[in-house]
């Protein structure tokens, strides 16, 4: 268990719609990152955040947002939702930098 | 986009034999790390190996690291089938400001056969 929770673990969505995915970090982690896993693309990075700040920011598509809370969880926000967007979003954190802890992810199924 | 690449992309061997795998990437790191991913779970961290090193163990694992031809490689020794699994390199972008970043490559599929 690495500590970082993501919910909900599997959703399934049609096209067009908006879908919220939630991680808690590592207690004591400042850092999350998000991430998007599918077979054509591997393991691509989104999207940084720390201490409530976004840091670094990836292959992140418009129609997605993220943002960090005062408790430090995390939300994904993917909109407009099309087929190519299903893959396995990961949630990882660390202090920061170094090792990065991930969560099991959430399977989005966009229909 | 891709940093790190790793080959093979698919290694079948009998259990108790050795696995390497190899990944080179193209710009200057300050580490580069190793994950380990089961099939449809989270990844898993492994190794780390910081720029100014060159070799590193952890039980099984061995990594090397050759800044001078930008390539990495994870030899697991005594394999099991429990180390059947997709493994990751991947290598940080600092750029400042409390960002970082780490890139992945698209990974090897080890299969240990019983």
């Known amino acids: 268990d690495s500590g970082v929770t993501q919910t909900p673990k599997h959703l399934i969505t049609a096209t067009g719609q908006r879908v919220t995915l939630r991680c808690s970090p590592r207690s004591g982690d400042l850092s999350v990152y998000w991430y998007q896993q599918s077979l054509d693309q591997g393991l691509q990075f989104l999207i940084q955040?720390?201490?409530?700040?976004?840091?670094a920011k990836g292959n992140i598509l418009e129609r997605f947002s993220a943002q960090q809370f005062p408790d430090l969880h995390s939300e994904l926000n993917l909109s407009s939702l099309e087929l190519g967007d299903s893959a396995l979003y990961f949630c990882?954190?660390?202090?920061?930098?170094?090792?990065?802890?991930f969560g099991e992810g959430s399977r989005l199924t966009v229909l | 986009s891709q940093q790190g690449e790793e080959d093979p992309q698919a290694l079948s061997i009998q259990e108790g034999e050795n696995a390497t795998m190899n990944c080179s990437y193209k710009t200057s790191i300050n580490n580069l790390q190793w994950y380990r991913q089961n099939s449809g779970r989270g990844l898993v961290h492994l190794i780390l190996?910081?720029?100014?090193?060159r070799e590193k163990h952890s039980g099984r694992l061995r990594v090397t690291l050759d800044t001078s031809k930008k390539s990495s490689s994870l030899l697991i020794t005594a394999s099991r089938a429990a180390d059947t699994a997709s493994y990751f390199c991947?290598?940080?972008?600092?750029?400042?400001?409390?960002?970082?970043?780490?890139?992945f490559g698209k990974g090897t599929k080890l299969s240990v056969i019983p």
């Open positions: 955040y720390y201490n409530g700040e976004e840091r």
């Open positions: 990882a954190s660390s202090v920061y930098g170094g090792e990065l802890f």
């Open positions: 991947a290598t940080d972008a600092n750029s400042g400001a409390g960002s970082y970043q780490l890139t």
């Open positions: 190996i910081r720029s100014n090193e």
